[in-house]
């Protein structure tokens, strides 16, 4: 087990150090500086900024400034907020990134899954329809347009809820469901096609031979075998989350990374970019093992063949 | 007409697609205006006789911009789609055929950019290549690709155990014959169902990305970009951002019900089964 964890993340190192690499080339590749579109600056000065940040070095030796940072886990200055560093900036919004994320992928497995149950419960009821429809209607609604559509009935019509910025309890709850949406519906028909594939196995007709209620039968039994594929999902979920809080932390005005990432990729701010990049990576490649994880420790079958 | 009866889904959903696509290629001739036209007398209006929809912050026709917007919209998504579905499935047949060392060797490959977060990987394309269509179809195939390859590769591992070509190949049949005539027509019904999921997720990746800015410039108009010009103003002008998000949301949804109602005619081991 312990050598399954630890070949799993030496796996990540790769990933990451190409994901590194990938960003690195493709910010260099884009013709212009960091610094070509501030007011031309006398050229002494361009040549002191030039060296100070090793921009007049060959792309090859920034490359070896930058992994040797990198290993040291210093990511840098950034070009734009002068004065700040990117390992300051993104302690101070990775935790509201955080926060959003976590409240999101509680609502939308809690509910999804929950939503997914309902609807196998009762296959074909009007219970059953009525929530695939709306599971349908989920995954069609890009972030924004849920995102107004909240704001423009929660906030501004019924003033429940605040439509932006991030002060309280409050302020977390438009924007943590504008994220779980997608992937609350999503789970929501994973789980009952999982569900309802599970129920028609032998076992659980022994199981309602046995005598146990309907409940136990689909809670206790039935579940726990079908739960498989949603754990499978909650991997590329992260992602999905990370890449959704972008799009809601602009909606939102959330102050969290995301906002960071897309600025930064407009001002050519290398080191901002690079360091969220990163951050987001070994966020994705972290939940992948956890997720591997919980899929040996729920299903004893992919024990024996993870240990080969 | 018992095709109509029994299958309503892809009736419906089908037939509001091809609305959609009608719009979209007649949008020149369709368009009471020109998407560009500004005309600053009439600027921020609702809905109304002259402008059915109402007009933009500069004067646009709300209804014509829609329109060209489908065209944007589904032409980069159907684009998109087509081709991340014919790239992916090469790649992920001829994988799942070859096995082995170098099926393990295409997969890691495939492991490492489905590792990676999309839009991340949108976003760094997209400034690198330029906005504008082009860099938006490269950026987003690019990333979708890797789906429809682990899709098909799954298909095609379980399809070559198959005695037909077991039988072909000790008749002599080369392998590219047997993959071409034997393997891929067998995954036409996978196939499809995966494009036609596919265009939906092209269409609202180019939506988000020219929401936030990064996609379709101005004067173009996209869906998406419409619905980051009306979103500043949602408070009092409710429609500028109305209109581009219904008609996204009506077609993602034709889309996916269409999507769902083949997978069910189409894929032989997905069934709706009831209790």
């Known amino acids: 087990m312990i050598g399954y964890i630890l070949r799993r993340l030496g796996w990540g190192i790769p990933v990451l150090w190409l994901v590194a690499t990938a960003t690195f080339v493709l910010m260099h590749i884009v013709p212009g500086g960091p610094f070509d579109q501030e007011k031309s600056l006398p050229p002494e000065i361009r040549a002191n900024v030039d060296a100070k940040y090793h921009l007049d070095r060959p792309v090859l030796t920034q490359y070896y400034f930058y992994l040797g940072d990198l290993l040291r886990g210093d990511l840098g200055p950034s070009y734009k907020y002068l004065g700040r560093n990117v390992n300051d900036m993104i302690r101070e919004t990775f935790p509201v990134s955080m926060q959003l994320g976590l409240w999101a992928v509680l609502i939308s497995v809690v509910l999804g899954i929950g939503a997914g149950v309902v609807a196998a419960a009762r296959p074909l009821s009007w219970m059953d329809h009525t929530g695939m429809f709306l599971a349908t209607a989920g995954i069609s609604l890009p972030s924004f347009v849920i995102g107004t559509f909240l704001i423009l009935i929660f906030s501004y019509r019924l003033h429940l809820f605040p439509a932006a910025l991030w002060e309280g309890w409050r302020y977390t709850v438009l924007p943590a469901v504008t994220l779980a949406l997608l992937p609350m519906a999503y789970i929501a028909r994973l789980t009952r096609s999982s569900l309802l594939e599970v129920l028609h196995k032998d076992f659980i007709r022994t199981v309602r031979a046995k005598g146990f209620g309907e409940r136990q039968v689909l809670l206790k039994h039935a579940l726990k075998n079908s739960i498989t594929p949603v754990v499978s999902f909650l991997g590329p979920l992260t992602a999905t989350l990370v890449t959704g809080s972008f799009v809601v932390e602009f909606i939102f005005s959330v102050p969290g990374m995301g906002r960071y990432f897309i600025t930064a990729v407009t001002n050519r701010d290398y080191p901002l970019i690079m360091g969220v990049t990163l951050v987001y990576a070994v966020l994705i490649v972290v939940a992948n093992i956890l997720v591997d994880l919980v899929y040996i420790w729920l299903d004893p079958r992919m024990r024996i063949k993870n240990d080969s | ?275």
Request: include cysteine; charge should be positive.
């Open chain 2, 1 to 275: 007409m018992r095709f109509i009866q029994s299958h309503p889904n892809i009736i419906i959903s089908g037939g509001f697609i091809l609305i959609v696509c009608f719009a979209a290629l007649t949008a020149p001739w369709l368009a009471p205006y020109p998407f560009d036209q500004q005309d600053t007398h009439s600027i921020l209006q609702g809905p109304g006789a002259q402008h059915w929809m109402g007009t933009d912050r500069l004067g646009r026709d709300l209804f014509s911009r829609l329109l060209y917007g489908a065209r944007m919209s589904m032409a980069v998504g159907i684009f998109t789609a087509l081709f991340a579905v014919l790239f992916g499935t090469i790649y992920g047949a001829v994988s799942g055929y070859m096995g082995g060392r170098a099926d393990n060797i295409l997969m890691r490959i495939v492991d490492l950019v489905y590792s990676l977060p999309d839009l991340l990987l949108i976003i760094l394309i997209t400034v690198t290549i330029g906005r504008g269509v082009l860099g938006i179809f490269l950026a987003l195939s690019l990333v979708s690709w890797v789906t429809v390859a682990r899709i098909i590769r799954g298909e095609v591992l379980k399809l070559r155990e198959f005695s037909y070509v077991e039988a072909a190949r000790a008749v002599g049949a080369p392998h590219h014959r047997i993959l071409f005539f034997h393997i891929l027509p067998n995954t036409l019904g996978v196939l499809i169902v995966t494009l036609t999921f596919r265009i939906p997720a092209a269409i609202l990746a180019e939506s988000t990305l020219s929401f936030i800015g990064l996609g379709i410039a101005p004067p173009f108009a996209s869906w998406g970009s419409m619905a980051n010009e009306g979103w500043s103003a949602m408070k009092f002008y409710p429609h500028l951002i109305l209109f581009p998000s219904l008609v996204l949301f009506l077609t993602m949804v034709a889309f996916n019900v269409l999507g769902d109602a083949l997978r069910d005619a189409l894929d032989p081991e997905h069934r709706q089964r009831s209790a």
